[in-house]
Protein backbone atom coordinates (compact mmCIF):
# COMPACT_ATOMS: atom_id res chain seq x y z
CA UNK A 1 0.00 0.00 0.00
CA UNK A 2 0.91 2.95 -0.96
CA UNK A 3 0.87 6.49 0.54
CA UNK A 4 -0.99 9.31 -1.20
CA UNK A 5 1.12 12.45 -1.81
CA UNK A 6 0.03 15.37 -0.08
CA UNK A 7 -0.61 18.25 -1.50
CA UNK A 8 2.58 20.26 0.21
CA UNK A 9 4.90 16.98 -1.23
CA UNK A 10 3.59 17.94 -4.66
CA UNK A 11 4.47 21.35 -4.59
CA UNK A 12 7.47 20.84 -3.53
CA UNK A 13 7.95 18.28 -6.44
CA UNK A 14 7.18 20.83 -9.00
CA UNK A 15 9.46 23.18 -7.13
CA UNK A 16 12.09 20.86 -7.54
CA UNK A 17 11.14 20.18 -11.34
CA UNK A 18 11.19 24.04 -12.07
CA UNK A 19 14.67 24.41 -10.33
CA UNK A 20 16.00 21.15 -12.73
CA UNK A 21 15.10 22.37 -15.80
CA UNK A 22 16.96 25.87 -15.52
CA UNK A 23 21.02 25.90 -15.33
CA UNK A 24 21.67 25.37 -11.83
CA UNK A 25 25.52 26.34 -12.27
CA UNK A 26 27.52 27.90 -14.98
CA UNK A 27 31.01 26.00 -15.06
CA UNK A 28 33.57 27.89 -17.01
CA UNK A 29 35.32 25.93 -19.69
CA UNK A 30 38.48 25.38 -18.42
CA UNK A 31 36.93 24.22 -15.09
CA UNK A 32 38.19 20.18 -15.55
CA UNK A 33 41.43 21.59 -16.68
CA UNK A 34 42.02 24.04 -13.50
CA UNK A 35 41.12 20.96 -11.38
CA UNK A 36 42.92 18.57 -12.73
CA UNK A 37 46.34 20.60 -12.87
CA UNK A 38 45.58 21.67 -8.77
CA UNK A 39 45.90 17.94 -8.46
CA UNK A 40 48.98 15.97 -7.55
CA UNK A 41 50.27 13.58 -10.65
CA UNK A 42 50.54 10.93 -7.80
CA UNK A 43 48.14 11.20 -4.66
CA UNK A 44 50.13 10.89 -1.38
CA UNK A 45 50.71 7.97 -0.09
CA UNK A 46 49.56 5.70 -3.28
CA UNK A 47 51.60 2.74 -3.38
CA UNK A 48 53.14 1.74 -7.27
CA UNK A 49 51.08 -0.72 -8.58
CA UNK A 50 51.55 -4.52 -7.67
CA UNK A 51 52.79 -3.42 -4.01
CA UNK A 52 49.26 -3.99 -2.53
CA UNK A 53 50.85 -5.63 0.52
CA UNK A 54 48.74 -8.53 -0.41
CA UNK A 55 50.22 -11.91 -1.51
CA UNK A 56 50.46 -12.00 -5.39
CA UNK A 57 47.17 -13.73 -6.55
CA UNK A 58 48.47 -17.43 -7.70
CA UNK A 59 49.69 -17.98 -3.80
CA UNK A 60 46.23 -16.24 -3.01
CA UNK A 61 44.28 -18.31 -4.47
CA UNK A 62 46.42 -21.69 -3.21
CA UNK A 63 46.29 -20.64 0.22
CA UNK A 64 42.06 -20.56 -0.40
CA UNK A 65 41.79 -23.13 -1.88
CA UNK A 66 43.62 -25.14 1.04
CA UNK A 67 41.48 -23.34 3.42
CA UNK A 68 38.47 -24.71 1.90
CA UNK A 69 39.52 -28.20 1.66
CA UNK A 70 40.48 -27.99 5.68
CA UNK A 71 37.36 -26.65 6.23
CA UNK A 72 35.44 -29.88 4.20
CA UNK A 73 37.75 -32.20 6.31
CA UNK A 74 36.59 -30.39 9.32
CA UNK A 75 33.01 -30.47 8.32
CA UNK A 76 33.26 -34.85 7.23
CA UNK A 77 34.51 -34.97 10.59
CA UNK A 78 32.20 -33.21 12.49
CA UNK A 79 29.56 -35.57 10.50
CA UNK A 80 31.04 -38.91 10.89
CA UNK A 81 31.13 -37.59 14.68
CA UNK A 82 27.48 -37.14 14.97
CA UNK A 83 26.81 -40.58 13.42
CA UNK A 84 29.06 -42.09 15.98
CA UNK A 85 27.44 -40.19 18.38
CA UNK A 86 23.98 -41.17 17.35
CA UNK A 87 25.44 -45.31 17.25
CA UNK A 88 26.30 -45.07 20.78
CA UNK A 89 23.35 -43.22 21.92
CA UNK A 90 21.35 -46.24 20.26
CA UNK A 91 23.48 -49.03 21.45
CA UNK A 92 22.95 -48.09 25.30
CA UNK A 93 19.61 -47.29 24.56
CA UNK A 94 19.08 -50.76 23.42
CA UNK A 95 21.41 -52.63 24.98
Avoid: K
Avoid at 6 to 23: E, F, K, M, N
Avoid at 59 to 68: C, E, F, I, S, Y
Amino acid sequence: MTPHPTPSAIDLDADIDRALDGPLLQVPDDFSARVLAALPARPVGAEPPGATGRPPARLWRLVQALVLAACGALGAVEVLLFVGGLWTATAVAVG
